[in-house]
């Protein structure tokens, strides 16, 4: 049986770890946080929510204990980390070892750099947990893992790899993950506009100036997309392609954004993880690997992207303190809809 190792033991890798320890599989839950691990390792890993509430026992590890070689690593440390997780761990991994990005954004592009394409797999994960406190998860939402390999290869380990995740969430393979994890982004435009207010991702989307936002950015992503020749993916009930600027896109985004008001506002998780990091735990968001991506290849492709960029910046700002998560927000946002 294969070993795995989970590096980044928050909502997504935490929850994935203990789902797989509780199958019988070699799991190795990695994380920074020694509290977080000593509780792991001494209680297990309580996650409450749709699935009930229960501990799960695990084995932890802070990152100077891990020895290699590593054969499947599940990498599911926030984007920003990702480059410094590989300084760490890429020279670990087994020759024929690979590593999933269980993550936000284009990580694939930066694991591969660093252990090549050939040992990396793509991976588009959309299912709601949050890290609460240390040992303690809560799942909201189960939606499917979807793999992929980075050359649009359907391979054995893709297979293997389905049949271990498949004990942890549902598991479908394809042909296109660029597509899906390009359709994340479009979703994560729109999550990042909505999480520059301290409310409930419904209320927010009460308000024009969060729609206006909200489909600009949304479409501005689409418009990057399109030009790189990424086939968009759907995301679960989110459908990326309704952004794209056609006669009666402004209609089909904002049903769109009305399907994700009432979702959100029915879940156990009214808001985005966005704001988790924003008003609970204070500390420094994805914006530059989801939104900042974006204006980075579009600035590439000679794209305008000014609503990402101002997102960008007022996300920013409220992570350094220099501005509270006000609805004044949206009229900052709203100003830089071109007109």
Known sequence: MARITVIGAGAIGGTVGAFLAQAGYDVLLVDVVPEHVRIMNAEGLQITGIRGDRRYPVRAALPE??????EIVLLCVKG???EAAMEQYASLLAPDGYIVSLQNGLNEEIIARYVGPERTVGAFVHFGADYLEPGLIRLATERPIVLGE??????????ELRWILSHAMPTQLTTNIWGYLWGKLVYGAVAFV????????????????????ARTAGAEVVRVARARGIRLEQIGAFDPTAFAEEPGWEARAEAILDRLAEEMRDSLKPHMGIWMDLRVKRRKTEVDMQCGVVVAHGERLGIPTPLNAATVRVIHEIE????????????????????
């Not at 980075?150 to 297979?159: E, F, K, Q, V, Y």
């Open 150 to 159: 980075l050359d649009g290869a359907i391979t054995p380990r893709l297979h």
């Open 320 to 339: 350094a303190g220099r501005r509270a998560m006000d609805w004044s927000n949206l009229d900052d946002l709203a100003a830089a809809v071109p007109a």
């Open 80 to 82: 920003h980390l990702t």
């Open 65 to 70: 204990e891990l020895r290699g070689p590593l």
């Open 194 to 213: 909505v999480s520059t207010v301290d409310a409930p991702v419904a209320e927010v989307l009460a308000d024009p100036r969060a729609r206006l936002a």
